[in-house]
């Protein structure tokens, strides 16, 4: 499957090649395709080609979007809404703010009552956005489904926690797992769910 990674970060660089190590084409869209750490990144990684975010998002099947959330709206825009119609896009955004933590906590840039996928599914009504960890939401069960597959592709267990809106209540999963790491430098746990 043709798939676009749009963000050319740490984030975008790993799902990038963890889609390329699973069989896939991928393009990375980025504003500056002939920047250093995308050459880099294109030297080790076989079947992957970068282009701006136009290219990307017309490249691809399904859109990964791993940039900065308050700059979504931006790369959005940059990359067409209508080339997002019909397809599955995958939300690894988080809704930080610029700012440094305050205790271990991260500030966000969205309220209580409501979530950046939120605002990315509302800026692409003829997408089907779905926020992937182990925990996923969206209002397409094809997409998530899809989703799904690709998260145990990556070893992970998928979680379907309904629609949208329950990116509420996932993104800030993002400030919980942090705070060990910024407390105490600790990056490598994760949330799972037991059933009984």
Known sequence: ??????GSGIVGQVLGSGFVKHGHQVKMGTRDPQAEEVRKWLDKTPR??????????????????????????KVIELASPQNFAGKTVIDTTNPLADSAPVGGVLPYLTGPNESLGEKIQALLPQAHVVIPTMFLCGDNDSAKSQVAEIVRQFGWEPFDCGGIIASRALEPLCMLWCIPGFLRNQWSHAFKVLVR
């Open 1 to 6: 499957m043709n798939v676009a990674v749009l």
């Open 48 to 73: 992957a080609s970068a282009g701006n975010f136009v290219d990307a998002a017309q490249f691809g099947e399904i859109i990964v979007l791993s940039i900065l959330g308050r700059i979504a709206d």
